[in-house]
Every structure is written in structure tokens, then in C-alpha cells.
């Protein structure tokens, strides 16, 4: 990383997490708040606990339930040397802990063991009420699995490690057990001190990616999405709100809408939206440019769609384009997106044939 100042680029060095005082609760706390950190837009995850003790009284760092109802176990290492220093490799331990959770058959076992405990833990981050944290638990999980319509439950499970540094043993086992079908990715934290502030660049680094995943046609900019010999669209290079904005798919000024919500906001030129978090709203006035527009319940501020969604609908992650409405068109920005994928396809394998 540089900083650039009067055109002169000067290298920011990254620091560890040690030499920051940070311990592995530091960073776990950070993932647990942020978990978007080690996913993406196209992506729905839902925080479900943390420290959860097993039979064996191990206790895994984070877990979680993704958009195909599958239990996600997330385990964090604060570096290199945390890893070698274990009597039991990074990745075993992850996999133990896994194995326990494929124990769970049903959204209520998980609610019970797992969820209602991490409510009750975190009671001021949830709108509790009336409710017990198993009552809360299974109305929002149940809630997040229809709305990604979730079918089965649980039929596998998901690792993600995270350190700010791995060892050659813990990668290579790693990229064994993917070649053998197994569901684990590495992600590298590294830390940078600019401006008083810590910026964390977060890296994936297991599984590999194709290099079709990279490839880039610089002759025609949608060109990259699609090709007559490969089908198959990756979600690593799948267009983003900024493609969608430069293709005219949408427009700056357009309304988006929380699907099934009744909360709107605000499309900006950037990809950015205009919302107000929280709230059900109904936009008064539409301005693209405007940074405080007036709405029913208050003003909104400019914030990524994604942290919008998020706060809406109360997820540690979310799919965005799935869950983001077109109002005018009534279609999800996943809809509008393939529709234009496949019409460029079609005009490209056209131009081929001819």
C-alpha cells in the first residue's frame, strides 16, 4: 500500500497484530462485527454465536449460517506463530469443530445450542422485548432462511480460517483438503497504521482462483463476463452496482427498495445510497446528488448498499444484488444484471458467428 502526496508515492508498511497489542479476542470481536470483512456482496451470512463450547470442551471462535442454510465455523489465529505454537494443527482443530455441527439436523437444535446462548450474551444488540432469546433466535433465523430460500438444512458445513499469517503446512493441507472437496477457505489480515487509524486489508488466499477468474478484455469492457466458450459466470468477476451504473442498467436518482421491506433509498452516481438506516421510509423528494435528503422519518445520510441492506435486515452479511429492488422495474438488481449479461452474450456470440 502507498500513500500519494504532491504526486509522490510513499510505501506504507504493515504492522502485526502483536505489535499492535491485539490478542485473538481483539481480532475475533472485529469479525464478529464486520464478518462482510471475509465475504462479499454476493453473499448472505448470519452470526449465530461465538465461543461455542463442544463436547470435548473445545470452543470454536465464530459461527455461522450462510445463504444455502449451511453452518459456517470460522477460526481466527493471530499469526504465524500463534499457529506453529499449537499442539493441534489450525486446520484440524477447524475441522473437529465442524464435525460437531454436522451433528445439527434442524434450525430449533441450532437456535437452542447455539443461537439463543449468543443472544442472551449480546441482549443490547438485539430488539429483545418481550420475547425469550430462543423465541428471538428461531423467529430470525427461521426468517433469514426463507427469505434465502433455504431448503435443506445444514447438509454441509463451511470453514473459514483467518490469521495474519500462515504457515507453509497449514496452506498446503488446506489447498489438499479443497482438492478433495472440502469447503475451507484462508483469508490473510494485515493490519496498516495511516493517520492514528488501523486499516486491515483483507486477503483470500486459499481457495485458488482460475485465471479465468482475472481474465480482463480490455477491448470491450462487458467482454470479461462473458465468453462463447465459457458459460459459466464466477462470482469473482460477476459486475458490480458501478458497472450496472456505467452500462445504463440503472441510474443515478433511482429508487431502491429492500426487498419485502417497505425501506427505500436513494441510488447515487458513486453506487452509494442515500438511506436512512433503521427506518421504513418513503423518499419525499429525489435528488442523485443530494447528501441530505428530506424523508418521512428523518434524513438520510450516504452509506454503501450493502451496509444499508445489513442494517435492514439485521444480517452480518448479505446478498445484495438478491435482495436490492429496481422499484421502478420491480425487479432485484441480480435480475437486471443477468438480463444484461445474457443480452451482451447473445449480441457477442451473434458477432462471432457472423
Known amino acids: 500500500m502507498y500513500s500519494i502526496k504532491d504526486n509522490q508515492a510513499t510505501k ?42 463442544n463436547e470435548k470442551n473445545g470452543r470454536s471462535d465464530l459461527t455461522a449460517v450462510d445463504n444455502n442454510g449451511n453452518i459456517v465455523l470460522i477460526e481466527i489465529k493471530r ?8 499442539k493441534e494443527a489450525f486446520e484440524f482443530q477447524a475441522i473437529r ?16 445450542l447455539v443461537y ?66 472440502v469447503d475451507m477457505g484462508c483469508y490473510k489480515l494485515t493490519p496498516y497504521p495511516i493517520n492514528g487509524e488501523t486499516i486491515i486489508k483483507a486477503e483470500k488466499v486459499l481457495p485458488l482462483a482460475k485465471y479465468t477468474d482475472y481474465y480482463v478484455n480490455l477491448m470491450d469492457k462487458t467482454a470479461r463476463y462473458v465468453s462463447k466458450r465459457e458459460k459459466t459466470i464466477t462470482r469473482r468477476v460477476l459486475p458490480k452496482i458501478e458497472d450496472m451504473l456505467l452500462w445504463g442498467a440503472v441510474k443515478a436518482g433511482d429508487v431502491i427498495k429492500a426487498k419485502d421491506y417497505g425501506a427505500e433509498a436513494v441510488l447515487l452516481k458513486n453506487g452509494n445510497v442515500l438511506a436512512a438506516p433503521t427506518k421504513i421510509l418513503k423518499i419525499e423528494r429525489l435528488s442523485a446528488d443530494d447528501k441530505s435528503i428530506p424523508m418521512q422519518n ?3 445520510t450516504e452509506m454503501s448498499m450493502q451496509t444499508w441492506l445489513k442494517d435492514v435486515y439485521g444480517w452480518s452479511s448479505i446478498q445484495t444484488y438478491n435482495f436490492a429492488v429496481h422499484k421502478e422495474s420491480g425487479k432485484t438488481l441480480s435480475q437486471i444484471r443477468e438480463e444484461y449479461m445474457e443480452k451482451i452474450a447473445k449480441e457477442t456470440n451473434d458477432s462471432v458467428d457472423q
Not at 45 to 53: A, C, F, N, P, S
Not at 101 to 110: Q, R, V
Not at 125 to 140: D, N, Q
Open 298 to 300: 428523518g434524513v438520510a
Open 79 to 86: 499469526d504465524k506463530k500463534d499457529i506453529e505454537n499449537r
Open 116 to 181: 439463543a446462548p449468543y443472544i442472551e450474551k449480546y441482549k443490547g444488540e438485539f430488539e429483545i422485548g418481550e420475547l425469550t432469546s430462543y423465541e428471538l433466535g428461531i423467529r430470525k433465523l427461521n426468517k433469514f432462511l426463507e427469505a434465502n430460500d433455504v431448503i435443506n438444512f445444514n447438509e454441509k458445513q463451511r470453514i473459514i480460517l483467518a490469521a495474519g499469517e500462515y504457515d507453509e503446512q497449514t496452506l498446503s493441507a488446506v489447498a489438499w483438503l479443497n482438492k478433495n472437496s
Open 12 to 53: 506504507i508498511e504493515h504492522v502485526t497484530f502483536s505489535q499492535l497489542g491485539m490478542n485473538e479476542n481483539d481480532i475475533e470481536e472485529i469479525l464478529r462485527c464486520n464478518i462482510n470483512m471475509l465475504c462479499d456482496e454476493e453473499e448472505s451470512l448470519l452470526i449465530v454465536g461465538r465461543q461455542v463450547k
Open 97 to 112: 469443530y465442524a464435525a460437531s455441527y454436522a451433528k445439527i439436523e434442524s434450525p430449533d437444535e441450532l437456535v437452542k
